[in-house]
């Protein structure tokens, strides 16, 4: 089983601090990266995918990869309440028919506090 | 505009009966993925469909599970005779096509066995 891995969390930052949070994978093979914002309760709702090397920005999120250290990481700058939820790192990977699917990592709780 | 439908959100069942989830895709798409969500756990891949076709169900357990896609009407997960460790959320996502950066998730059935 190809693995998907996060720290837990909670991570508590104050509101306007940079919030970083990490994936480590275990398939080299993977190509695709997401990164899933989780409220409880709720539904996963995607906020940023990543395919290539380097840093990718979308407002205040910016994802950055690694594949020779099979690293994703999601930072937020500028943390506000309303972005306390769940981040779950997905990664993409290939079964023997062909098909892709999405390894999901367990999440990262984020607080962040006022 | 709307978004992927799941009916029931909630479904509690007694060990022994059978569940039915729904779930019916954006308008346009073809393709329809399961998941799985226990309890401080990720979301776990259980079957990928397109219309009329399983592509994929390496996800599923092999005994009770059972889902399809109709040409016409949602796409249905359904477990038989349930059981308490069968309590979790189910969401569904659904895809224009099999890229993984358009998948969207509906707001996901609980199920609760007592």
């Known amino acids: 089983q190809k693995e998907v891995e996060q720290n837990s969390g909670p991570l508590s930052v104050p509101e306007g601090a940079i919030a970083s949070l990490n994936c480590t994978y275990s398939d080299r093979g993977s190509q695709s990266f997401f990164w899933y914002r989780q409220y409880s309760g709720k539904s996963p709702e995607l906020i940023m995918f990543?395919?290539?090397?380097g840093d990718k920005e979308d407002g205040r999120f910016t994802a950055q990869l690694n594949k020779a250290s099979q690293y994703v990481s999601l930072l937020i700058r500028d943390s506000q309440p309303s972005d306390s939820a769940t981040y779950l790192c997905?990664?993409?990977?290939?079964?023997?028919?062909?098909?892709?699917?999405?390894?999901f990592g367990t999440g990262t709780r984020l607080l962040v506090s006022p | 505009n709307a978004g992927v439908m799941q009916n029931p959100r909630h479904l509690v069942r007694r060990r022994g009966q059978e569940a039915r989830l729904r779930c019916s895709p954006m308008?346009?798409?073809?393709?329809v993925y399961w998941y799985r969500q226990l309890p401080e756990e990720g979301l776990k891949f259980m079957v990928y469909l397109q219309k009329e076709n399983i592509i994929d169900e390496s996800g599923m357990p092999k005994e009770r599970f059972s889902a399809e896609f109709p040409k016409e009407g949602p796409s249905i997960l359904r477990i038989q005779q349930v059981v308490r460790g069968d309590s979790a959320a189910y969401f569904c996502?659904?895809?224009?096509?099999?890229?993984?950066?358009?998948?969207?998730f509906g707001p996901g059935t609980r199920l609760t066995v007592l």
């Open positions: 990543i395919y290539s090397n």
């Open positions: 996502a659904s895809s224009l096509t099999s890229s993984y950066n358009e998948q969207f």
């Open positions: 308008k346009g798409h073809s393709h």
């Open positions: 997905a990664v993409n990977t290939f079964m023997n028919t062909g098909f892709q699917k999405l390894v």
